[in-house]
T-cell receptor
Framework: GQNIDQPTEMTATEGAIVQINCTYQ??????LFWYQQHAGEAPTFLSY??LDGLEEKGRFSSFLSRSKGYSYLLLKELQMKDSASYLC??????????WGAGTKLIIKP | IAGITQAPTSQILAAGRRMTLRCTQD?????MYWYRQDLGLGLRLIHY???????GKGEVPDGYSVSRANTDDFPLTLASAVPSQTSVYFC????????????FGPGTRLTVL
């Protein structure tokens, strides 16, 4: 079967750095997405990786290793507004997104 | 409007009733999707449409139907609602198709009693 694993919850301090990991086992791979979802709101797009390596976008970076079935989202200079769930999703061989259950990130002052 | 709108925002429904969730986008995106999101689970694809006039089944299609008469609208119908369909439903769209980024509507919170 297809599986996306992420930690259920993480806690970090304002101003710090946090890394959210995602491992996947899917039938085929056509890219990996990270989305942010604040409580009660819709998911919003953060990043897309299809090749190995690090993609940096402001305070957020996303890394992919296809051979290891692994990705992480790195958030720097954490702000209180970063408190949200972070969803990892992989596009499989049928071009459908398989979603992880999400990681709830709690930021403490 | 800009983006994707969904209606209603929330609904409480008696089991056995028929319900249509509405989704409209004004971005002229080709592809549209319906997901459900349940606590502790990832988003699950119900149905999708790669272009107007075509639809396909996702991971959890049973009990749901869709139509795509035009580019902008993609309604989701529950023919006879059951309590297990209590969930938050998100509509999404993408521009060029499956490999493109998906943009989500605000969601409909549905409770079936």
């Amino acid at each position: 079967g297809q599986n996306i694993d992420q930690p259920t919850e993480m806690t970090a301090t304002e101003g710090a750095i946090v890394q959210i990991n995602c491992t996947y086992q899917t039938s085929g791979f056509n890219g990996l997405f990270w989305y942010q979802q604040h409580a009660g709101e819709a998911p919003t797009f953060l990043s897309y990786n299809v090749l190995d390596g690090l993609e940096e976008k402001g305070r957020f970076s996303s890394f992919l290793s296809r051979s290891k079935g692994y990705s992480y989202l790195l958030l720097k200079e954490l702000q209180m507004k970063d408190s949200a769930s972070y969803l990892c999703a992989v596009m499989d061989s049928n071009y459908q997104l398989i979603w992880g259950a999400g990681t709830k990130l709690i930021i403490k002052p | 409007i800009a983006g994707i709108t969904q209606a209603p925002t929330s609904q409480i429904l008696a089991a056995g009733r028929r319900m249509t969730l509405r989704c409209t986008q004004d971005m002229r995106h080709n592809a549209m999707y319906w997901y459900r999101q349940d606590l502790g689970l990832g988003l699950r694809l119900i149905h999708y449409s790669n272009t107007a006039g075509t639809t396909g089944k996702g991971e959890v299609p049973d009990g749901y139907s869709v139509s795509r008469a035009n580019t902008d609208d993609f309604p989701l119908t529950l023919a006879s609602a059951v309590p297990s369909q209590t969930s938050v439903y998100f509509c999404a769209s993408s521009d060029k198709g499956a490999t493109d980024t998906q943009y989500f509507g605000p969601g409909t919170r549905l409770t079936v009693l």
